[in-house]
């Protein structure tokens, strides 16, 4: 297991970022900044094949699992499935949920501690809407004013699936830009996909961020991203809020486009 942690400081931020050497990885869990939101645990799982990897409810808490790679079968309530590449799945508060390796399979582990006020809601799953699965290059895309046109945004888990937690993904090729913006009502992770390659712009630092990179961005903080030709710029957004203030700005900023675009 290796990792190596960065850290810099600019006025009053500190930006925390660490990065897994995904070719030395063996079968592990890699927590990944842990204490850098209050509520939210992040951890690189590395699965070999053959193996089994189970991980039981635990109360009012939420696991958000993102495939990287591999090839597997996931279980979970009365859904037993066989698939490979990218995905989300998100177990009830009630499931528990099992991956069975086919091949050498990574997953991003997300665990979100659900806020007090929104924890009945949680228990409740009145639609049956879990375990929730959403094949990576078939979420909803959308459209904010921070991102050019060429930009390719998508919506992996909206807003109201788990209280309190949203993800999605921003894809783009060299030159391209997101415009530099603060949303002090979000705290928020990027993860970097493998391929990704970019620099992320707070205040007035610039990090480099390549694969297999998680970053928490300063709550606050005027922040954007850049990628330069030939680059891939190829991340996970990660939000946790609480309260009315970040379902506004979410609701308000994303717009569906009913496309299903690709490079």
């Not at 037993?80 to 177990?91: A, K, L």
């Not at 990576?136 to 060429?150: A, G, L, P, V, W």
Request: aromatic share 10%; proline share 6%; charged share 25%.
């Amino acid at each position: 297991m290796t990792g190596s942690l960065t850290k810099g400081v600019k006025k009053m931020y500190q930006v925390d970022m660490v990065k897994i050497n995904a070719a030395q990885q063996k079968e592990s869990r890699v927590p990944m900044l842990p204490g850098a939101i209050p509520g939210a645990e992040v951890s690189l799982l590395t699965l070999e094949a053959g193996n089994v990897y189970a991980k039981e409810p635990e109360a009012d808490k939420a696991f958000i699992y993102l495939t990287i790679d591999g090839r597997f079968r996931f279980h979970a309530g009365r859904i037993d499935i066989s698939v490979e590449g990218r995905y989300v799945f998100i177990p009830g508060p009630d499931q528990k949920a099992e991956f069975q390796v086919r091949t050498r399979t990574r997953v991003l582990e997300i665990c979100w501690k659900i806020p007090a006020d929104n924890r009945d809601e949680w228990k409740s799953d009145v639609c049956g809407a879990f375990p929730y699965i959403q094949e990576y290059i078939t979420s909803t895309q959308y459209r904010d004013k921070n991102k050019s046109d060429k930009t390719i945004s998508r919506e992996m888990v909206r807003q109201r699936i788990v209280p309190g937690f949203c993800m999605g993904s921003v894809e783009s090729y060299g030159y391209d830009k997101v415009a530099q913006h603060p949303h002090p009502m979000l705290d928020q992770f990027f993860f970097s996909f493998p391929e990704n390659d970019v620099d992320v712009l707070i205040d007035d630092f610039k990090v480099p961020m390549k694969g297999d990179t998680l970053l928490h961005i300063p709550l606050g903080s005027n922040h954007g991203v850049e990628v330069h030709e030939p680059n891939h710029m190829h991340y996970i957004w990660i939000d946790f809020f609480l309260g009315q203030a970040g379902l506004d700005r979410l609701d308000s900023s994303h717009r569906h486009t009913g496309q299903m675009r690709r490079f």
